[in-house]
């Protein structure tokens, strides 16, 4: 038996289940469930003129068909507008069946419920809607000149507008020895977990209670919506995520139209229905981001030190707003990184177009903000014919300044202070293992070969840990197992193995013994949810602060029962014992069966072991006066303020001089996420992160066409990376404790991909000195870059 504890390595519990094929997803529930599909438009703007669904009454298996104008109450209301900000002076959100327009093309109009998906798809093939076209808005700056409106009622397509001013920055641009203005574009790009959305509900007639699968980050959200739309007591709902197969982010908008309605007609119809999303409704109807066009003015000193940074942003966010405008807040918000310029402005607006909406996707706004930033530092350092990290080492916020307040406001309304870091020991361990200093003499060796290689370096940091808040419930039962439980969900983080990590250190339990059950509103109906690399910071704590109530309750009853002190006591291997003797010991499981006095009258073994620790006999369980029964306890833990992880990559790419292919060389990552609870997981995150920035940097691209139509709507024309196309990854780590949270732990979940496209954007250019200033950077697109510079 080992007993580890917290910041070992260990394998993730969870994989050989997931890797033998016994996870349990949605699809693999409800297999005699009906089906739903959804006839959605194939239009980007458009106003609905009629609706025909006669063909389709013929389909044999059919069971319903809902529009718009089936819906009652509440369940055809819009969708809620999650989070609210005073800047978003035009939120939007659709209606769950689309009501007289269409906005993007993929937008349910129709849903159909029959004996399977095949007849399902079917009906909706046979039913058809007939739609007068209206001008579409695409492309952020269509949207910006405002030629035609997505929203009659949103003047200029403008969702929201927001400045944040920190010293006068066009005045020290304006007086600064240095200045330079450039523009900088993201192209659209999605998240892409292998399993799409899916929700499966089943309505028990009896108990008039309703319980519903999804594949989410958020379950105990979805049951708020949904008691709120079916008029339903939460009490009658319950929402588990089974195994989810990948978010990313896409999975936490809650609720999705589909998550409404397949729970609402399951009631209605009293069945069992399921509905899954296929590949293209997860391309045109999901949640896509990242598109972004930056234009920034930047004026420096001799050293390359930022005197002022003036940044103005034209955000897409789509045809909604249901998530409010988190992803360009979080962009303008955490654009500075490590750097502390003299003088900041930032303005962006955020324009409705006719495209799919915009949630935040893994990093959430800040790979746009990052590669702002460290485009900045490398012109800046052509401009001076400065060393790129020494630009970089310059404007550092110093070790000694923490807690560093950057003057602006976080998402979550409160100011954005840095907590703890070290960005110079940073920058020499990130170029220690990339082999920066060396790298003259290896792009000499390499041109003699006839090979461009490149160098380049990103940093970023990021707030992780949001609140409000998040709780954990643990348990021990008479056979010494622990229990722990908390609301938010895992797809893929490894919650199972960090929780039980954490709970076996605290309690002293081995690790064995501790089993963890994640997004499940049975078990714990409290939560906000897995996103914005939270789950180590929230929910970790708050099961480490439920451990140590019930430790300290632990203590209290054996003390009770071995005649000591509790403070003498402490807890190994599942066994309370007196410190230094330990032979005065009780296991925890008859501490567990002592804290129940029904359960310790039948259980004849907890007598004698409660006997023999005490010396004596004891019909009576041996327990202080005043405890509740069980041994268990509950606790939440609510941050002051974020805390802020924060991390430096490097890459050496080569590129082909005739085909422009690039091709990532080395690539290493230094990551500071505070506390490390497991390494091995924190590694494994920052693996799929970087594969993921790998992606955005180099392939993923949403391509939609002038009428708003998604031409790359699979993988055959959506690139993502094979693990042939991601490099193999150095890692260090760094641990500065955050000095905010008990456990000292900062969230690891999005930093992979937060600096990738920065890194790649700095290699390439290194290696074929012409500027790149938007990403993704395929090989064609490179090719343009070339002829465009030699022609210049
Ligand atoms: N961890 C640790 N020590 C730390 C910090 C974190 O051991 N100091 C561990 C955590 O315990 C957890 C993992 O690292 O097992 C990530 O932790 P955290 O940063 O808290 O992130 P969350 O668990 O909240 O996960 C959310 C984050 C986000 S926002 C996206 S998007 C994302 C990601 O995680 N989506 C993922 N990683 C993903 N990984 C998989 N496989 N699938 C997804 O959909």
Redesign the pocket.
């Known amino acids: 038996m080992s007993t580890s504890m917290f910041g070992e390595p260990i394998a993730r519990r969870e994989d050989p289940r997931l890797l033998t094929g016994q996870g349990r997803y949605l699809d693999d529930l409800g297999r005699d469930a009906l089906a739903a599909a959804f006839v959605r438009s194939p239009h980007a703007h458009a106003r609905i003129t009629g609706i025909d669904v006669d063909d389709a009454l013929d389909v044999d298996g059919l069971v319903a068909i809902y529009t718009y104008e089936d819906l009652p109450g509440q369940v055809g209301d819009p969708l809620p507008l999650l989070i609210p900000h005073p800047a978003l002076t035009h939120g939007r959100t659709g209606y769950p069946l689309a009501r007289d327009v269409v906005r993007y093309v993929g937008e349910p109009v129709v849903m159909v419920v029959a004996r399977d998906r095949y007849l399902a798809e079917d009906a909706a093939e046979r039913i058809r809607v007939d739609y007068e076209v209206l001008p579409p808005v695409v492309g952020i700056e269509n949207a910006a000149a405002a030629e035609h409106l997505v929203h009659d009622d949103v003047p200029g397509n403008v969702g929201a507008h927001l400045v944040q001013e920190v010293g006068d920055a066009p005045a020290a641009i304006e007086n600064a020895p240095h200045r330079l203005e450039f523009r900088l574009d993201i192209e659209r790009s999605a998240?892409m977990?292998l399993e799409g959305r899916g929700v499966y509900a089943r309505w028990d007639p009896d108990d008039r209670s309703l319980r519903v699968y999804s594949s989410t980050?958020t379950s105990t959200s979805v049951r708020m919506a949904l008691a709120a739309r079916l008029g339903l007591p939460k009490t009658k709902i319950e929402v588990i995520a089974p195994d989810?197969g990948?978010?990313?982010?896409v999975?936490v908008v809650h609720p999705w139209p589909e998550e409404v309605l397949v729970p609402w007609a399951a009631r209605l119809l009293g069945r069992e229905i399921k509905w899954t999303e296929d590949r293209r409704e997860h391309f045109v109807a999901a949640a896509h981001e990242r598109g972004q066009v930056q234009h920034v003015r930047v004026g420096f000193d001799d050293a390359g030190r930022i005197l002022g940074l003036d940044v103005t942003i034209l955000h897409d966010h789509g045809a909604y707003t249901p998530y409010g405008i988190i992803v360009p807040i979080v962009t303008s918000t955490q654009l500075l990184g490590p750097y502390k310029p003299g003088a900041y402005r930032v303005e962006f607006t955020s324009l409705y177009t006719n495209t799919v909406i915009v949630t935040?996707?893994?990093?959430?706004g800040r790979p746009q903000g990052v590669f702002c930033m460290e485009r900045t530092m490398d012109k800046i350092a052509a401009h001076l014919g400065l060393d790129r990290a020494e630009v970089r080492a310059a404007n550092f916020i110093q070790p000694d300044e923490f807690p560093y307040d950057q003057g602006l406001t976080f998402q979550d309304g409160r100011p954005l202070i840095y907590d703890s870091g070290d960005y110079p020991r940073m920058l020499d361990m990130i170029k220690e293992l990339i082999g920066w200093d060396g790298f003259e003499a290896e792009r000499e060796a390499a041109r003699r070969a006839g090979r461009r290689i490149g160098i380049g370096l990103g940093c970023y940091v990021e707030g992780?840990?949001v609140g409000p808040y998040e709780g954990g419930h643990v348990e021990v039962d008479s056979t010494g197992r622990v229990h722990v439980a908390t609301g938010?969900t895992?797809?893929?983080?490894?919650?199972q193995?960090?929780?039980a990590q954490i709970a076996a250190a605290e309690l002293g339990v081995p690790i064995e013994d501790v089993t963890v059950t994640t997004g499940d509103t049975r078990r714990f109906g409290y939560a906000v949810g897995?996103?914005?690399?939270?789950?180590?910071?929230?929910s970790?704590n708050a099961i480490a602060l439920a451990c140590r109530k019930v430790r300290e309750k632990a203590l209290r009853i054996a003390g009770e029962a071995l005649e000591a002190d509790p403070r003498d006591l402490e807890i190994t291997d599942g066994v309370v014992h007196v410190r230094g003797n330990p032979s005065a010991a009780i296991p925890l499981r008859t501490v567990a069966v002592l804290s129940n006095p029904l359960r310790y009258a039948f259980d004849e073994e907890a007598r004698r072991a409660t006997q023999f620790a005490v010396g004596g006999s004891s019909d009576e369980p041996p327990v202080p006066a005043g405890e509740e029964p069980g041994l268990e306890g509950r606790d939440y833990y609510s941050p002051v303020r974020s805390t802020f992880?924060s991390g430096m990559h490097a890459a050496v790419v080569e590129v082909d001089p005739d085909t422009a292919e690039i091709r990532i060389l080395r690539y290493a990552v230094v990551h500071d996420?505070?506390?490390?609870?497991?390494?091995r997981?924190?590694e494994?995150?920052i693996h799929?992160?970087v594969a993921q920035g790998v992606g955005g940097a180099l392939y993923e691209r949403m391509v939609y066409d002038e009428s708003g139509q998604l031409l790359n709507a699979s993988f055959m024309d959506f690139l993502m990376p094979y693990a042939t196309e991601v490099p193999r990854i150095r890692t260090g780590h760094m641990q500065t404790p955050s000095p905010l949270n008990p456990l000292g732990?900062?969230?690891?979940?999005?930093?992979g991909v937060i600096p990738v496209s920065a890194v790649i954007a700095s290699a390439v250019e290194d290696a074929e000195g012409i500027r790149i200033d938007a990403m993704p950077l395929s090989p064609d697109g490179l090719f343009r870059l070339r002829r465009r510079a030699a022609a210049d």
């Open positions: 998240s977990p980050q989810v990948g978010g990313f982010g999975k935040p996707y893994r990093g959430a992780t840990g938010l895992s797809q893929g983080q490894g919650h193995t960090v929780f897995t996103f914005a690399s939270r789950a180590a910071v929230m970790g992880a996420c505070g506390r490390l609870i497991n390494p997981i924190v494994g995150q799929g992160g732990i900062k969230g690891a979940g999005e930093a």
